[in-house]
Structure formats: structure tokens, C-alpha cells
């Protein structure tokens, strides 16, 4: 069936992009001498009076026992491998294994994303929709001068901006992903982590408050997140809505006595969608590698934090 072939053919192309970036940055890991990366198997609590002939005989232990000292094909291989197997490694400055630590971060990233995802296609394509309706209007200019200046303004400037408005001289909305109390709540054995998005749990555990609390601290990076994409998906949803209620059929249903709010909503943006589903798909792209940066400003420990803290030791 051509659905299954291009399924495929998109799987294997996922595949070797894979396979290209991983080895690409494996062998940019490569470049630091075999000694250096042996040290990352290197246990924790090495004796005080070790020699330091004891040390390099553990080190050349551990490049034998990793094939540190191997081909790049060879150590790619063996590397690739243990990744399917799921032993992704000992990160030493997260002190914990690698897997684990992705595991109980990445809802922390979901759960942000997935905000931002409700929010900026509901509020894009209702207000393109409402601008491209009153063309030329008050509201379209202001809508457009709106999100001239969103698209404009970088993520991390708009981030801080918020802060400085919302936190520092309202303290409406603190950084982070809770508050301190909450904090304490989660972290005991009274509460239950079923799905890892604390907006969920709580209400899973029967505490709104912690909903509540989570959702408030999520405002502001949501926020931060959904202006760009939202003036992006709007200026588009307004486009294709001045291109279709121009159209010959819009005309005739207008003829026909139809009312302005069934035209607009049922018929125009019926085939008005089209572009916008397109431009939505590019923008969760864009928001899915977008997020990092406002993790690290609101000092939400997501993914980005494993990122930015595995460069602190080369080469974790």
C-alpha cells in the first residue's frame, strides 16, 4: 500500500539521520584521549593511598575492557549497541545513570510542551481568523502590529521581561517548576507520581493545590513559548481566511442568504485550516527544540539541565 511504503520510506530516512548524527558527535567525543574518557568508568570512591601506578593500571583496565582504544567503527559499534540494550552509561556529573536521568526528566519537558501545544493553535487560529474577517479594521491592525513585534522579540529577551514584570515587581508568578512547600509534598512518600506531569498527579492524588501551584509556575514559560509560534500561526490563519472569503463560493453562500458567522466559521475556515495545520506541525518542531533554552531561564529541571550540565565534564 503507498500509505505503508511512505511510512517506511519516512522510518528509514529517521533511521539514518540517526545513524549520521550519532556518529558524527561519537566521533567528536573521540577526539579527547582514551585516558580521558576512561576515567568516566572509573568508580566513585578510588582508596586515598591508591598509587598513582595502581591508577593507571585501572585506567588501562577500563580502555581494554571498553575498546576505548579501538577503531571509531569498532567503538561506534559497541557503543550503538549498548544503546539498544538500554545501558546508556554513568553520567558523572549527575552522578546517576543516564537513562534514569532522562526518564525522570523528560515528563518535566512534556509536561511544558504540551501546555504550549494547547494553547498557541486554539489562540493562533481563532485570532487569524477574527483578523482576516475585519481586514483592514482596527482590531486587524492592532493584531498585526501585535504580532510583528512577537515574532520580533527574541524567546529568552521576552522571558526575562516577564520576569521583571511578573516576578520581581508583581511576584505574581516565581521561576521554577514548584514552591518550596510543594516542593516538600512531592518529594515525600505520601504522594504518588503516576504520570510525571505534576498537573496531572495532583489531581490523581487528590490535591488541586498542587495543580493549582504547578500551573502557576508553568504561565510563564507557556507564555514565553506560545507568543512566537502563536503571531506566526495567526498571521498565516489570517492569510488563507482573506484569500478564501474573496472566493467565488463565499459569494454565492452569501447570495444564498447564509449567515456571515456560519460563512466564516463552517465554510471559509474549512478550507483556511489546511495551511495552518502545515505552519502548526513546523511550529511543535520549532517548540520541541525551543523549550531548552526557556527550562534553563526559569530554572525549570527538564532535559536542558542534563544538556548544559553534561558540559561541565568532558566528556560525560
Do not use: C
Not at 86 to 103: D, K
Amino acid at each position: 500500500m503507498p500509505v505503508i511504503r511512505y511510512f517506511l520510506r519516512r522510518l528509514t530516512y529517521i533511521l539514518v539521520t540517526l545513524l549520521i548524527v550519532t556518529a558524527v558527535l561519537f566521533a567528536a567525543i573521540m577526539v579527547t584521549p582514551p585516558e580521558t574518557r576512561a576515567w568516566l568508568y572509573m568508580p566513585s570512591n578510588l582508596p586515598s593511598r591508591i598509587t598513582e601506578e595502581q591508577i593507571q593500571q585501572l585506567l588501562e583496565n577500563r580502555i581494554e575492557t571498553y575498546h576505548l582504544d579501538a577503531p571509531f567503527p569498532v567503538q561506534y559499534y559497541y557503543w550503538l549497541a549498548n544503546l539498544v540494550k538500554g545501558n546508556w552509561g554513568y553520567s558523572p556529573t549527575l552522578h546517576e545513570n543516564v537513562f534514569t536521568a532522562l526518564v525522570r526528566r523528560t515528563p518535566v519537558t512534556a509536561e511544558l510542551t504540551l501546555f504550549a501545544m494547547l494553547a498557541f493553535f486554539p489562540l493562533g487560529l481563532i485570532s487569524g481568523v477574527l483578523s482576516g474577517k475585519g481586514q483592514n479594521k482596527p482590531g486587524d491592525v492592532i493584531f498585526r502590529l501585535t504580532t510583528f513585534i512577537a515574532t520580533s522579540l527574541p524567546p529568552f529577551i521576552f522571558s526575562l521581561l516577564l520576569m521583571s514584570l511578573f516576578y520581581v515587581t508583581l511576584y505574581w508568578f516565581a521561576p521554577g517548576r514548584t514552591s518550596p512547600a510543594v516542593g516538600i509534598v512531592i518529594n515525600s512518600d505520601e504522594f504518588r507520581q503516576i504520570t510525571g506531569l505534576l498537573t496531572v498527579d495532583g489531581l490523581l492524588n487528590r490535591r488541586p493545590d498542587i495543580t493549582l501551584d504547578a500551573l502557576r509556575h508553568l504561565s510563564m514559560p507557556v507564555i514565553t513559548l506560545v507568543v512566537a509560534h502563536w503571531a506566526t500561526l495567526g498571521r498565516i490563519t489570517r492569510v488563507s481566511m482573506i484569500d478564501e472569503l474573496h472566493q467565488d463560493y463565499i459569494t454565492a453562500a452569501r447570495a444564498r442568504g447564509v449567515y456571515e458567522r456560519r460563512i466564516t466559521w463552517k465554510h471559509a475556515l474549512r478550507n483556511a485550516i489546511l495551511p495552518a495545520l502545515a505552519s502548526s506541525m513546523l511550529s511543535t518542531a520549532t517548540l520541541i527544540t525551543g523549550v531548552y533554552i526557556v527550562e534553563i531561564i526559569f530554572n525549570i529541571p527538564g532535559i536542558s539541565i542534563i544538556a548544559v550540565r553534561s558540559m561541565e565534564y568532558t566528556p560525560d
